[in-house]
């Protein structure tokens, strides 16, 4: 799984999102949290999620993505974005099964299997000029907001060359109720900092049936 999409650069494990749910924005784009320099946003999306090597789909993805921007006083913000929902597996090659990945993980999953996954993206924003009044009408993937919120010139530090980006995300599926069989292995860790050329990302775990 890969969860940063840069626009300019071929990552191996790039994940690929489609979009297939309306925004909700939940705020009507005007931003909660109030605190001075702090502005939230909040959507639901469902997104195709690829595996480590981002050659094939593994889940179908149903999330709640808030993006949580911080005004740095310098002209740029620092964006955290947060997602939460839940997962639904397509039969394949399972999510950890790629060479950098060398923890323990299985082969194939088949479908139907669920779960939970959780995790953040952060980075820079830098150029254009926020608009806390946008909206982003439709499902709003990472692009989508910083386009909407400030604009086409800014740029987002995961979608460059550059060492100012971490992320964390976790799957975690249960072996009870739909899941049996019992699974293999059931957590599969993606994590990194960087982008680019820059990027280091380490998978651990798996969510494999096989």
Partial sequence: MRRIVLSVLVLVGLLALSAAALADPGDKGKGKGKAKGKQKFTFALTNTDRRCDGTEPWAILTEK??????????????????????????????????????????????????????GYLQGTISGGTFNKNATCAAACFTGDFIAAFFGAGAVFSCDVNSADCKFNFNYTASNRGSNRPRLIVRHWQDRGKGAGTMLHEVFHGDIASS
Avoid: I, M, W
Wanted: include cysteine; glycine fraction near 16%; proline fraction near 4%.
């Fill in 65 to 118: 993505r808030t993006y949580e921007l911080h005004d740095n006083g310098d002209g740029t913000f620092r964006l955290r974005r947060v997602d939460r929902g839940t997962f639904t597996t397509v039969a394949g090659n399972s999510p950890g099964n790629c060479p950098a990945n060398t923890s323990k993980h299985g082969q194939l999953v088949r479908a139907g299997v669920t779960g939970r996954f959780g």
